[in-house]
Structures are given as structure tokens and as C-alpha cells.
């Protein structure tokens, strides 16, 4: 993707890390269509910087002396909508704090890597680049000054013990998906005879803390998937990062989760279409899958297939309350979709057809 413009995209660099700053900065001037205006040493630092260089993407690190990163990011949405790409630590700590940015607001973020010299990569430095493409197109009406919509507070439900599985939610999304998901997931009932299968483009280390998030939000039971357990009613699944997620049959005829580390697909690990297409093939009708917001095509084919297969209810997130609108157009292209819709109404277009009462 190259940026709607025929100026470079200029980009402010953000780390306590002097040697990160360097290395980041001379991977990106590389590139003619990305320019780094200004680095900055702390939080402090950045905002003035910022009023200063009026860059259009700011890569930020998370944990920094004096005013961090989190910090930082509220700052700047609340004074002027600045695209921002959080770098994030691969630990429990690092990715809880990703997941926090990225509900204020941060378009996407990119895992630093445990050795420093690894940020200039090939595979990071595609992936940075990539990303800050596309957060310099992303739509501002979405960002500034967005509040958090308030969410219900986590209850205990449990289902009846006779309530069977007849149904399954499948969902895809990428770029935007973790704060999207955050308006749709805590809004389904928890009593309800379906299960939820997400798939959400993120590497390994960050699922667990994203389905913890969901988790004390909703009145579903959120969880990262385990290989080999039962698909239950009530229970809303998240791929791990770097497994593709499939739903095989149990010995009993029930629903269990597969993982997989089969190559990725159209390169992804996890894979909206991989994780669609198995529940395809499990040869039940009672499916509706939904694709929300990302860059690319990932579940175009898997809305297709069970469209096709198995007649199931397709919905698309709208362009406007997208952050990219890749994924949703490519699978409205397809003809399979039933609904577009905004973000706020996905909910509820589930639980209609989901046939249960809130």
C-alpha cells in the first residue's frame, strides 16, 4: 500500500533509546516516500516536537523516562489527531500496555524485537514501513478526541445447562480490529446458543492480553484458544498469535479448536480465511460470520465459501467507522455480503439473527 499522496510521509521517531532512534531513522529515509523530520528522546519531548515538525505519523515507544508513552498518546489525540504506531515490548507487561494504547486510540503497533539490531530486519522493517503507510491514510473523522464507549461490567452468566451449540459467530479482523472489537464483543448476551470465533491479525504475545481485555468487559467468556478444547456455547475464541485457528469434530460429534502452524496464508498467521473455511466444512448452516475493519483481503474467501456452502449471514463493517477499509471492501466485492453496517450496529445485527433476546 503507498500513501494517497504525492508528498513523503513525514514521520517523527519516539524512543528513549538513542541507538533506536538511529537505527529506525536510517531504515526509513531508505524508503523515498518516508521521510524522519525529527526523533525525540521522551513523551515531553515528542509533543513539543510535534507543534514543531507537524509530522503525519509518529512511531512511539511505550516505556520511557519522564513521560511514556501511554501518556503521550492521550496528549496528542486530545490536542490534534496524529496517526500513531506504538513499539511495544514482548512481555506481559508490554503487551497489556499495548492493548491499552490501542483502545485510546494508536493505530497499530509493531513488537520490538528482544535484540535491538533486529528492528532493521528485513521482516520488521517491511512491517514498520507497511504500517506507517498505512496509519498516513487512515481516515481522521474515526480518531480525535474518540471516547471509549462505555461497556457493561463483567458479570457471571451461566448457561443453561441445556442450552446446546447451534451456532457460529465467525469474525475476522486486522488494523483497527482491537478497539473495534472492544464496541461489539461486550454487547452479546453471554446466555446465548452460539460460540465466537475471532480472528485478530496480531504476533504471539498479545492474543492473551487482548482476550483478558475482552474478557472483563463482557458478559461472554473471552479466552485465547487452546489446541484440542471444546467449542462451548457462551464462549467467544481468539486465534494466538502466529497459530492459524481451525474447528474440527470431536469423537462425540462436538466442536473442538485446532491449532495450527501451517504456513501463513497470504501472509498471515492467524488467518481470517483458514479459520472460516474449516468452519465451512463442518456442514452446519447456522453461521455468521463478520469482517471488520483492516488492510487487505484476509476473509474474502472464507465469507464466500459459507455464503455458498452453507447459506450463513454475512456482514461487513461500514467505510466510514472503519480504520482501513481493506478487509470489509474486498469481502463486499465478493457478493456474499448480506449487511453493511457501522461499527455501533454490528452487535446488534448479530444478535438479530442470532434469533435471542437481550
Not at 271 to 285: C, E, K, Q, Y
Not at 286 to 302: E, K, L, R
Request: net charge neutral; proline share 6%; with cysteine.
Amino acid at each position: 500500500m503507498t500513501p494517497e499522496k504525492d508528498k513523503c510521509i513525514k514521520v517523527l521517531v519516539v524512543d528513549d533509546s538513542a541507538l533506536m532512534r538511529r537505527l529506525i531513522s536510517d531504515m526509513l529515509n531508505r524508503y523515498p516516500d518516508i521521510k524522519v523530520v525529527a526523533s525525540a528522546k521522551n513523551g515531553e519531548d515528542a509533543i513539543e516536537k510535534v507543534g514543531v515538525f507537524k509530522p503525519d505519523v509518529v512511531t512511539l515507544d511505550v516505556e520511557m523516562p519522564v513521560m511514556n508513552g501511554l501518556k503521550c498518546l492521550e496528549i496528542l489525540l486530545e490536542k490534534e489527531y496524529i496517526p500513531v504506531i506504538m513499539l511495544s515490548s514482548v512481555t506481559e507487561a508490554g503487551a497489556d500496555t499495548t492493548i491499552k494504547a490501542l483502545e485510546i486510540g494508536a493505530v497499530d503497533f509493531v513488537a520490538k524485537p528482544a535484540n535491538v539490531f533486529d528492528i532493521s530486519g528485513r521482516v520488521k522493517e517491511q512491517e514498520l514501513v507497511e504500517k506507517i503507510r498505512v496509519a498516513s491514510v487512515t481516515k481522521r473523522s474515526r480518531q480525535p478526541g474518540a471516547e471509549i464507549k462505555p461497556m457493561p461490567l463483567k458479570q457471571t452468566v451461566l448457561a443453561p445447562k441445556s442450552l446446546s451449540l447451534r451456532k457460529i459467530i465467525a469474525i475476522g479482523t486486522s488494523t483497527g480490529g482491537p478497539k473495534a472489537l472492544q464496541e461489539v464483543i461486550p454487547l452479546i448476551p453471554g446466555d446465548i446458543p452460539a460460540a465466537v470465533l475471532i480472528v485478530q491479525h496480531m504476533p504471539p504475545g498479545f492474543t492473551r492480553s487482548l482476550a483478558e481485555r475482552l474478557d472483563s468487559l463482557s458478559k461472554l467468556t473471552v479466552k485465547e484458544a487452546e489446541d484440542g478444547e471444546a467449542v462451548k456455547p457462551g464462549y467467544a475464541y481468539i486465534a494466538p498469535g502466529d497459530y492459524h485457528m481451525l474447528v474440527g469434530r470431536q469423537r462425540d460429534g462436538g466442536l473442538k479448536i485446532n491449532l495450527s502452524h501451517d504456513p501463513p496464508v497470504n501472509g498471515h498467521r492467524p488467518s481470517v480465511d483458514m479459520m472460516m473455511n474449516s468452519v465451512s466444512n463442518l456442514g452446519i448452516n447456522d453461521i455468521i460470520a463478520v469482517i471488520m475493519t483492516g488492510m487487505g483481503g484476509d476473509g474474502s474467501v472464507g465469507v464466500k465459501r459459507i455464503k455458498e456452502i452453507n447459506r450463513g449471514f454475512v456482514i461487513a463493517q461500514d467505510e466510514k467507522t472503519c480504520v482501513v477499509y481493506g478487509m470489509p471492501r474486498m469481502a463486499v466485492q465478493t457478493g456474499a455480503v448480506d449487511s453493511i453496517v457501522p461499527l455501533n450496529e454490528i452487535a446488534d445485527e448479530i444478535i438479530k439473527n442470532l434469533g435471542v433476546d437481550i
